[in-house]
């Protein structure tokens, strides 16, 4: 309920402006919320990387007709080439 109620705070904080004005997030205004800000940064990022990381392995599949085998190294490095696509497409 806090976390929530802060990052609705935070969300508001950064975006809310005058007519006219463009908004801008930056690690200013994150750490202007304190641990709020710090805590909201974090739920964003792990939201962010649960859907990224299913979606990146998933797209392998399609692309590549097959799983990948996250305990072989080159399969590895190829999801990390695969996130590193989806990341900067996205």
């Given at each position: 309920g806090i976390i929530a109620a802060?990052?609705?705070i935070i969300t508001y904080g950064i975006t809310s402006r005058r007519e006219g004005d463009v908004p801008k997030v930056s690690m200013n205004?994150?750490?202007s919320f304190g641990l709020a800000g710090t805590i909201s940064?974090?739920?964003i990022e792990l939201g962010f990387w649960a859907v990224a990381f299913?979606?990146?392995l998933s797209w392998y599949k399609v692309?590549?007709?097959m799983w990948?085998?996250?305990s072989d190294p080159a399969d590895k490095a190829?999801?990390?080439g695969a996130g590193a696509v989806f990341i900067n497409g996205v």
């Open positions: 802060s990052a609705g205004n994150v750490k940064y974090i739920l299913p979606l990146a692309a590549g007709g990948l085998d996250l190829k999801l990390l």
